[in-house]
């Protein structure tokens, strides 16, 4: 019974919380920490594979918990909890209005992870895309705006993509929940085209590359618990619904696969690479991501390639994803935090210590999480992948490195050269997040290891650990000797890449939207009136009218139809007889 | 060419002319003599056709009908008569006693 | 209990008219009284006709016939396909009435306004429970009759120009139906609804006859439920007070026109024969060109009532595109989209009477930052506004879902891209609307917090907004549960595939 | 059947040339003598068709009192009324497409045999009429067909007179008439009066009273009637009646009452509406004859009274200012 | 028992026209209320008993059978019509009382009382007359008496249009005489059943045909003959120009059908239904279009009897293809034209009661007129619902069966006369409605409307709505003694 009340009570804690916004905004404020605390205990207390059923909601929900789910939940209740910490002391102006959208985001995000059927999933996907959209443009910056407005053109895309997918999936299979799908849904009929929109719907919340457009505008326009969250836990709600949707371990579409697996390389190398480009450090971060998600992508495309290959990829997915989301999250945090806010002395060390941490972790330093999850990656994709793909996945993974070990570097020293404008200290809570933030990211290798015990050999053998150091090594010799170089010409390239091509597109819409409103209004009924119908017809018309009717009124006209009719209808009559 | 026969047409004719008169003159005290002609046109017809010959009696039915027929005609042509009156001597747009404008 | 089942249709429609009639004699200064009457005869028609929902669900037979002349009869049958429609317009009118009565506080003849407002009603009422041809045509030009005086209530010039508008198309539109019917009742004889359609017996004969028969009606019908070239009078009667326009032209006569087109294909012709007669493609190409082109006229309208007028257009379609794919599941969507539009749609009016009236904004330009001072009027708006989009847990998201599984499952999949077509049209114009009234850059540099006290309009015009904004998501919420719309409409699927 | 004589042929030339003098004539004055001769000419063609009943009304009552009518509305009229100046028939399109039209609407009633048909008359009612006449309580087969076969025609004939004289009290203005002083009317006119007045009522008192028998009857008696009135009104108004007085009014009435009275009578004895039981059909068809006599007269009296805008109205009741025009 | 009633429908409004001339003031109105009450009890005992015993009566007036004497024929449809005409009177009859007030109790209109009276008689005479001469007697005094009330006010268009109506109507009346001595002369009977049982097309009988059918058209003022009748009923006082719309040209109408449908039954087959169904439709059309470009709202109403009796026309083609068609004919025309005389006596007194508060009728004056007298626009649009023949209307009943005949007939043009006159007609109803329903600026205190005006456009305003809802007793009441049985 208790685990029934914490999956309901983990998505609707947070709801709740919103709605006593209306009544009691600063309650609300202060409990905004504690939202996350029943999807934390559920990570905890219930154990998988347990569902609870609500026939009542919607079409019939049903929320569990299976292994996929579990690892996912862990992640985003830590970062949802530790964000929604440091926002109490980032935050400063609007806090009511931040403090909704946050809570409705997060219950969107706690929900579907734990919902088990499409309609569920979709209804909290779509809660936690609109919500975020708050948070995108809590600033009220033009750029916020901006991006707000990329941001939310492309969620509606998304929903409707996913909405027609999911509505094809749904009756081709026959049913709403994920456990019942079959996998020969996609051979039937239209299979490949819901499949297609599925796949380019949770593409675009996942950063797939065509569609990452809002990434690199949203992360850097979003307060930073804001954009921690959304790069951390909400990135991922796109990979879940691959997970959920496509018959991952069922049957095998090495069409689909081969898709994935090169959308996700050229995202790995394309992002990384244009991160480095960045001048402003969140762009950095969110281009990471992108190249991080394009990692994950390729593990999704291998196990569509080799459905069996599932039960191994998985757990590496999982295990990339919480060091991710760790490392991203304490990155984003960290750019709130600057090192002479602090007194100096041993607390600036710690906190430069501290700083330095969640980069190296990210580029995959030895011993750190990275290390473990690249490492776990590289083995689970090998077993499954024949020789030559492997090795051109090694050469993938070493240039990815290299590139995010680079993007590292700038971000650090982006961090420690620039003082950030005049920005008042934040608050004790965004110290003491990020603070906890980074502590997790420093024992998440045990964590990792305890939860997914396989690792544990492959990642302590020589051979992983120099493959984890070296990139850090060359790429900090490279800094060092560029980095006091004043004549080297450090590249800007604007945060958005392929935007200015959707641009030029919707100008095209705008013109044709344009063009035939005016035509539809041309041909309405007046101007056809005015066009046709002379402007003094109607005068004309009632004088005509008139004359003939008193014409008609005189005797003698009056005398001829009289016997015109007498005539006329004994000549009808005439031929009767 | 029966006597019957000459005086109905006779009548035809009369009832012709009367609306031929009717309808060509527009002067109403003319058109009430035109509407009286064709009456008798009418009449002539009914009593000719009425009439048996010489020795038969004749059908009085229609001498009924003739005499109540001359009876309308006059007092229509009376009434008609009195409203010409009447109009000549109420000028246009006098509103006598009438109710509204 | 034969004797009430058999008044009972009969006394729900006139329980509105005779209020209305009552009303007519009130004089203007009678407030209390005139208050009184209609919330009285709307609760008591709320009533009967859940009564009647309970009833039919239980099976039981409720018919009133009158022979009329010759073997015409005048009939009226609670089939669980009305019952629908009724339940719709009688909790609507509800709640309008409420609104009507806080709306129209102070302005000139209100006795005839609310007299015609429950003739309109009882006009609805009589269309949803007609049960054959003449019944339906009595119905359907009363409502067009009880419904002019409205369009023109305010007696400006625009306002007489737009009642032209109204009376030639609905008028026009009520003559293409008349003569259908009748020369469908000249080749079929009295025809009564029938639950799987009614003209079997003539199917094979009429073949043509019924073809042009079946494109009348689609016209006639059409012109209320605002098809592409007859929709001319709907954005022109957005000039009628804003009762008028929620309750009117979002839920009576414009859903009057497409339940017609249900009654006409389900229980007139019914499946096989519209099959058959091949002619659901045209009808579902008509609601597809409606739809799209609803949509973007919608997007260039910058009058707020105009734009909703022109998704009205749009959203009305989906019914007909439901209807004209022959499949269960696309019928239940195009059914319960015929509840949950109504709802949305009127929480949509009755926010923009609201604006209107409170902050007298008109046009979609002066909405900046009409979410700080009207929270929760706006957040009806917006929830509404997400429910057209089709974003679930709104009831706009459930018809969505069946229109598209339905589309599906019937193997007809390009419809779906009209699905997805609009439901991005329908973004395009409600979410700027959302983004300027929430997130707009207005000029007082007030950061507090929005205050959410109740008080911000007369309560007559703050709850039914409030109201039918939380039926919709109630509605699309607990879809499942017996109580929804949705269970409703599956009944009468169920009936009418004879599953 | 008989063949048309000589005489009868001339008699119809005749009567068309009049008509067409009526019709044709420029002058309108001429145009009403012309009718008025007309009249009698119609008179005469009635007697060569043995109707003598018919011959006695056209003459008394069309030739007679209608023409004096038309007569008098021309002197009231004078030159002013432009409708009377003199007109030529005017040969216009419309005239010459009617005249063509009748020409051919008269040439397929040939062909139709219209008028074959109207060679040999049907025999029509005269058996059952004279089988019955003895019932009828009269001898004269027209009174008793208008008087007791098709009374309630009759009855709605009275009733047209009497609607002829509403409209006429209906129309008239308001004010009182004015009554002229007596000097006005010659002395020659006043003298001829008084010799030929009590021989007109006379005569009227034996065609009334003839009619049973012999032709004559209620119509053509009133016919005398009034034409005495007219020439009583010409030389002596003071002896009449006011028009609108009650007595007038209830004169007036009389014959249309009667026959009301009279068929409510047969009607509460049982028999249907206007049946005279055949031993009192002579004495109730005489009561109305009377009646209806009386009305008639006055009847045509106060519509001549009233086409010369004076109403006869005693000297004693109005003063005696100058008469509107 | 009911020969002695059917004579008193006739006879009562005679001796009150007779007494009327009597009595003072006071009495007066006493007598027209006793009159007029007492001929609405026996017209609805006679409908009563004839709908209940279902047959038809001969009743033989002073005693002789049918050549010889005239017979009063009593079947379903005069039984209706004499109950309706009776309702109509009895509006009317209260309506002028109120209308012409204190104008009406001294001077000249006091005549106007047995001028109606005996209008009244006349028309139930005519309902009843089942002898084809007696018809031509009542006609005439019906079109005599009209010409008079018309000449009423005395104004110079008033008398104009009289004489006008006077010349036509007498031509009208001398050709349906010549038509009847034809028929005298080759048949030898007058009376209508017997010609119908004699009726054989020959020569004469065509004539007479002609002759007739053209009488009557001038009298129900059909399309190219109908010049005389707008002036006529829009100078005329409101009551008379209700009486004249309403009951006199219902009675030719009436006419028309009846010897159509007997007499002359055998050429209701043949091209002259052609011809009529033209003229019907052209009158639909041409009075439709000009009562839309009318100033005046009892102009209006005068040229909208021009359109609406073209209907009874416009189905008349139909017949010549089928008979089981003209039954549905038959009772269609029948039933519009009874609910045609409600409403458009409701309409006239609707214009009459604006007039008698307003004084003028104007319709470009008229803005915001509704909202100081909403009852007598409620009137004019229930009666304007009948005009046009939207459903809850007994005229839309009759539409329906007319649109139903021409359907199965396949004559697709009367379908697209009817439906077009109907919207027609409904664009100058609601121009009138429209213009009205406006706010007016002037806040002036209205004068209102007397009640009894009000009450009586009320109820003969709601009548044609009541035929259209309960319209079963109605059809079984016409169906006695119809030509064609029962609806089929």
């Keep these: 019974m208790i685990h029934s009340v914490l999956l309901i009570l983990s998505w609707l804690m947070p709801l709740l919380l919103a709605a006593t916004a209306i009544i009691a905004p600063r309650l609300t404020w202060k409990a905004l920490v504690f939202a996350g605390f029943p999807g934390l205990a559920a990570v905890f207390l219930v154990p998988v594979g347990s569902s609870v059923e609500v026939p009542v909601l919607l079409l019939g929900t049903r929320f569990g918990l299976d292994q996929v789910g579990m690892g996912f939940l862990f992640l985003t209740t830590v970062i949802w909890i530790l964000a929604a910490w440091h926002a109490k002391g980032y935050i400063t102006t609007r806090r009511s209005s931040f403090g909704v959208y946050f809570l409705l985001a997060m219950s969107g995000n706690f929900g579907l992870i734990l919902a088990q059927d499409m309609v569920g999933f979709y209804l909290f996907f779509a809660l936690m895309s609109f919500a975020s959209y708050g948070l995108v443009i809590h600033e009220r910056t033009p750029e916020a705006r901006y991006a707000g407005k990329v941001y939310i053109v492309l969620v509606i895309i998304g929903e409707v993509l996913i909405f027609s997918g999911m509505a094809g999936v749904g009756t081709l299979a026959g049913t709403t929940s994920f456990a019942q799908f079959g996998e020969d849904w996609v051979s039937q009929g239209r299979g490949a085209l819901f499949f297609g929109a599925l796949f380019l719907g949770f593409g675009i919340k996942a950063g797939a590359l065509p569609l990452h457009v809002w990434l690199p505008l949203a992360h850097p326009a979003a307060p930073t618990p804001a954009s921690a969250v959304l790069s951390g836990a909400m990135i991922k709600a796109g990979l879940i619904g691959w997970l959920r949707f496509l018959p991952i371990g069922d049957a095998a579409l090495p069409g689909w696969g081969a898709i994935y697996i090169g959308i996700g390389a050229l995202a790995f190398i394309a992002a990384a690479l244009y991160g480095c480009m960045q001048a402003n450090s969140k762009a950095l971060l969110a281009y990471s991501s992108i190249s991080k998600m394009g990692l994950m992508t390729m593990a999704v495309g291998v196990i569509l390639v080799e459905p069996d290959s599932a039960t191994v990829v998985i757990p590496c997915i999982l295990v990339f994803a919480t060091h991710h989301c760790f490392c991203k999250g304490a990155l984003f945090l960290s750019v709130s935090i600057n090192r002479n806010d602090v007194s100096p002395g041993l607390r600036r060390w710690l906190t430069t210590f501290l700083l330095l941490v969640p980069p190296l972790s990210l580029a995959g330093f030895a011993l750190t999480s990275g290390e473990v999850a690249k490492t776990m990656m590289k083995v689970g994709l090998s077993a499954s992948i024949s020789v030559k793909a492997l090795t051109g996945l090694a050469v993938l993974l070493a240039i990815n490195s290299l590139l995010t070990a680079g993007l590292m570097f700038r971000f650090c020293w982006q961090r420690f050269k620039h003082s950030p404008h005049a920005h008042q200290p934040p608050g004790a809570a965004t110290f003491l997040a990020w603070g906890t933030l980074v502590g997790i990211v420093i024992i998440s290798p045990l964590l990792l290891v305890t939860f997914y015990p396989v690792t544990l050999g492959k990642s302590l053998s020589i051979g992983a650990l120099w493959s984890s150091i070296w990139p850090v090594l060359v790429v900090s010799a490279i800094g060092a000797v560029l980095v006091n170089r004043s004549w080297l010409f450090v590249p800007r390239w604007p945060a958005g890449d392929m935007l200015f091509l959707y641009l030029l597109l919707t100008r095209l819409i705008e013109w044709f939207g344009r063009v035939s409103s005016r035509f539809a209004t041309a041909v309405s009924v007046d101007f056809l009136r005015k066009l046709f119908i002379p402007p003094k017809a109607g005068y004309h018309f009632k004088s005509l009218l008139r004359q003939t009717e008193s014409r008609l009124g005189m005797a003698t006209v009056f005398g001829l139809v009289f016997i015109g009719l007498l005539t006329l209808s004994t000549y009808l009559l005439f031929e009767h007889i | 060419m029966t006597v019957a026969l000459l005086y109905s047409i006779t009548g035809f004719l009369l009832f012709l002319m009367g609306i031929c008169g009717l309808i060509f003159r527009s002067s109403l005290i003319r058109r009430a003599l035109a509407l009286n002609i064709t009456a008798s046109g009418i009449f002539l017809f009914i009593v000719a056709q009425a009439y048996k010959g010489e020795s038969a009696l004749p059908d009085p039915v229609p001498h009924g009908l003739v005499l109540t027929g001359i009876v309308i005609g006059a007092s229509a042509t009376a009434l008609m008569i009195y409203l010409i009156g009447v109009l000549r001597y109420v000028s246009p747009g006098d509103n006598d006693s009438g109710e509204e404008e | 209990m034969r004797v009430f089942d058999f008044w009972l249709p009969l006394i729900v429609p006139l329980i509105s008219m005779v209020v209305g009639v009552i009303i007519f004699f009130l004089r203007e200064e009678q407030r209390s009284l005139r208050t009184f009457l209609n919330i009285a005869g709307a609760v008591v028609k709320v009533i009967l006709v859940h009564f009647m929902v309970l009833g039919v669900y239980q099976n039981r037979f409720y018919e009133f016939r009158l022979p009329m002349f010759g073997d015409v009869e005048f009939v009226l049958h609670a089939d669980p396909l009305s019952l629908l429609f009724a339940a719709l317009s009688s909790v609507l009118w509800l709640v309008t009435t409420i609104y009507a009565i806080g709306y129209l506080e102070d302005s000139p003849n209100r006795s005839r306004f609310f007299g015609f407002f429950s003739f309109c009603v009882s006009a609805t009422t009589g269309i949803a429970l007609a049960g054959n041809l003449i019944t339906f045509i009595i119905w359907y030009e009363l409502l067009t009759l009880s419904t002019y005086p409205l369009v023109i209530h305010r007696g400006t010039t625009d306002a007489l120009q737009a009642g032209r508008t109204y009376l030639a198309y609905t008028l026009l539109g009520g003559a293409l139906v008349l003569v259908a019917f009748v020369w469908l009742n000249s080749l079929a004889g009295p025809v009564d609804f029938a639950e799987r359609g009614s003209l079997a017996h003539v199917a094979d004969q009429y073949q043509l006859q019924l073809k042009i028969i079946f494109g009348l009606l689609i016209a006639g019908l059409g012109v209320k439920a605002a098809m592409v070239p007859l929709h001319g009078w709907l954005p022109s009667a957005m000039v009628a007070p804003a009762p008028v326009s929620a309750l009117l032209h979002a839920v009576a006569v414009v859903k009057a026109g497409a339940f017609g087109l249900v009654r006409v294909v389900y229980d007139l012709y019914g499946l096989e024969l519209c099959g058959q007669l091949s002619v659901m493609p045209f009808l579902a190409v008509l609601a597809t060109v409606t739809i799209i082109y609803g949509s973007l006229r919608a997007l260039f309208q910058d009058d707020l009532k105009r734009r909703l007028a022109f998704s009205t257009v749009s959203q009305v379609s989906y019914i007909a595109l439901g209807i004209s794919i022959l499949g269960p599941i696309a019928t239940t969507g195009g059914i319960v989209h015929l509840v949950h539009q109504g709802l949305m749609k009127i929480t949509l009016f009755f926010c923009a009477g609201n604006y209107a009236e409170k902050l007298h904004i008109h046009r979609v330009s002066e909405m900046d930052g009409v979410g700080r001072r009207m929270p929760w009027t706006t957040l009806s708006f917006t929830l509404a506004a997400l429910g057209m989009i089709g974003v679930p847990p709104m009831a706009g998201f459930v018809s969505k879902w069946y229109l598209g599984s339905g589309f599906v499952e019937a193997g007809q999949s390009w419809v779906i891209l009209v699905l997805v077509a609009s439901s991005l049209l329908n973004g395009a114009y409600f979410l700027p609307i959302l983004y300027r009234a929430w997130f707009a850059q207005t000029d007082d540099k007030d950061t507090t917090a929005i205050s959410w006290r109740l008080s911000e309009i007369h309560p007559g015009l703050l709850w039914p907004p409030l109201i039918t904004c939380l039926l919709a998501l109630l509605a699309g919420l607990f879809a499942g549960s017996p109580a929804s719309p949705l269970f409703w409409a599956e009944v009468i699927t169920a009936r009418e595939y004879g599953l | 059947m008989a063949a048309a004589t000589p005489s009868d042929i001339l008699l119809c030339l005749l009567i068309l040339s009049l008509a067409l003098g009526v019709l044709g004539d420029a002058n309108p004055f001429r145009g009403v003598i012309i009718f008025i001769v007309f009249g009698l000419v119609m008179a005469l063609s009635w007697t060569r068709l043995d109707a003598p009943d018919l011959a006695l009304a056209e003459a008394a009552l069309g030739a007679g009192v209608i023409g004096v009518l038309f007569l008098v509305a021309l002197r009231k009229q004078g030159e002013k009324d432009v409708s009377l100046a003199t007109q030529r028939l005017r040969l216009n399109s419309v005239t010459i497409i009617s005249g063509l039209l009748l020409i051919v609407f008269i040439v397929y009633l040939g062909a139709l045999g219209v008028f074959s048909a109207w060679k040999t008359p049907g025999k029509g009612l005269v058996e059952p009429v004279y089988e019955s006449l003895h019932l009828t309580g009269v001898s004269n087969p027209v009174t008793a067909v208008i008087l007791n076969y098709r009374a309630y025609d009759t009855f709605l004939e009275i009733g047209v007179l009497y609607l002829v004289m509403l409209s006429v009290f209906a129309l008239q203005p308001d004010e009182k008439a004015k009554f002229t002083s007596t000097e006005q009317y010659d002395r020659m006119l006043r003298s001829y009066a008084r010799g030929i007045v009590p021989f007109m009522v006379l005569a009227a008192g034996y065609l009334l009273w003839a009619g049973a028998f012999r032709p004559g009857g209620a119509f053509q008696a009133g016919a005398m009637l009034g034409g005495a009135g007219i020439l009583l009104h010409l030389s002596r108004p003071a002896m009449l009646l006011d028009m609108r007085g009650l007595v007038a009014r209830l004169s007036l009435v009389a014959g249309f009452f009667s026959f009301c009275i009279l068929g409510i009578l047969a009607m509460l004895y049982g028999f249907d509406f206007l049946q005279w039981p055949s031993h009192l059909a002579k004495h109730a068809i005489l009561t109305v004859e009377t009646a209806s006599t009386l009305s008639i007269g006055l009847t045509l009296t106060g519509l001549y009274a009233s086409v010369e805008r004076k109403l006869i109205s005693p000297a004693i009741f109005y003063s005696g200012e100058e008469d509107n025009p | ?488």
């Excluded at chain 5, 009459?352 to 009728?361: A, P, Q, S, Y």
């Excluded at chain 5, 007994?394 to 006159?421: P, Y």
């Excluded at chain 5, 009548?463 to 059809?475: D, E, I």
């Design chain 5, 1 to 488: 028992m009911t020969a002695h009633l059917v004579i008193t429908v006739v006879l009562v409004p005679i001796l009150a026209s007779i007494f009327t001339l009597f009595c003072g003031d006071m009495m007066r109105r006493v007598v027209c209320q006793i009159a007029g009450l007492t001929v609405l009890g026996s017209t609805c005992l006679i409908a009563y008993q004839t709908g209940h015993s279902r047959d038809v009566l001969n009743i033989v007036l002073s005693g002789w059978e049918a050549p010889l004497g005239i017979r009063l024929y009593l079947d379903g449809l005069s039984a209706l019509l004499l109950l309706t005409t009776a309702i109509i009177a009895v509006c009317i009859t209260f309506f002028a009382e109120a209308y012409f007030g204190v104008k009406a109790r001294s001077g000249r209109l006091t005549f106007f009382w047995p001028l109606w009276f005996l209008v009244w008689a006349a028309l139930n005479g005519l309902f009843l007359s089942g002898d084809v001469f007696n018809l031509y007697v009542t006609l005439e005094i019906i079109n005599l008496a009209a010409v008079a009330m018309v000449a009423l006010p005395r104004t110079h268009e008033s008398l104009k249009a009289a004489l006008n109506y006077l010349v036509i109507a007498f031509l009208g009346s001398l050709s349906y005489l010549f038509g009847v001595a034809i028929l005298y002369t080759s048949h030898g009977t007058l009376d209508i059943q017997l010609l119908a049982e004699l009726a054989g097309i020959d020569g004469p009988y065509i004539l007479a045909a002609v002759l007739i059918f053209i009488g009557l058209m001038i009298k129900t003022a059909l399309f190219p003959l109908h010049f005389w009748l707008p002036p006529a009923h829009a100078s005329a006082p409101t009551p008379v120009s209700a009486l004249l719309s309403g009951l006199v040209v219902t009675a030719s109408a009436y006419m028309i059908i009846r010897l159509g449908f007997t007499v002359f039954a055998p050429l209701m087959h043949t091209p002259l239904t052609l011809l009529l169904g033209v003229l019907g439709g052209l009158a639909v059309l041409w009075g439709s279009v000009h009562a839309l470009i009318q100033e005046r709202v009892k102009m209006v109403v005068a040229y909208s009897t021009v359109a609406q009796l073209g209907y009874v026309f416009l189905a008349l083609p139909v017949v010549v293809s089928g008979s089981d068609l003209a039954a549905m004919v038959w009772y269609g025309v029948l039933y519009f034209v009874i609910c045609h005389a409600c409403a458009k006596t409701a309409a006239f007194l609707a214009a009459g009661t604006l007039i008698n508060v307003v004084k003028h009728d104007r319709i470009a004056q008229l803005s915001g007129a509704a909202q100081h007298w909403p009852m007598v626009f409620m009137a004019f649009g229930m009666a304007g619902v009948n005009l046009i023949g939207l459903p809850p209307s007994g005229g839309f009943i009759g539409k329906w069966l007319m649109l139903q005949a021409m359907i199965n007939s396949g004559q697709w043009l009367l379908v697209l006369i009817l439906i077009a006159g109907s919207l027609l007609a409904a664009g100058y109803i609601f121009r009138v409605l429209g213009i009205a329903l406006q706010t007016s600026e002037d806040s002036r205190p209205p004068v209102p409307a007397p009640l009894q005006l009000t009450l009586t456009t009320m109820i003969l305003a709601v009548l044609p709505l009541l035929l259209g809802v309960f319209s079963q007793l109605p059809f079984s009441l016409l169906a006695v003694g119809s030509p064609f049985g029962a609806l089929p």
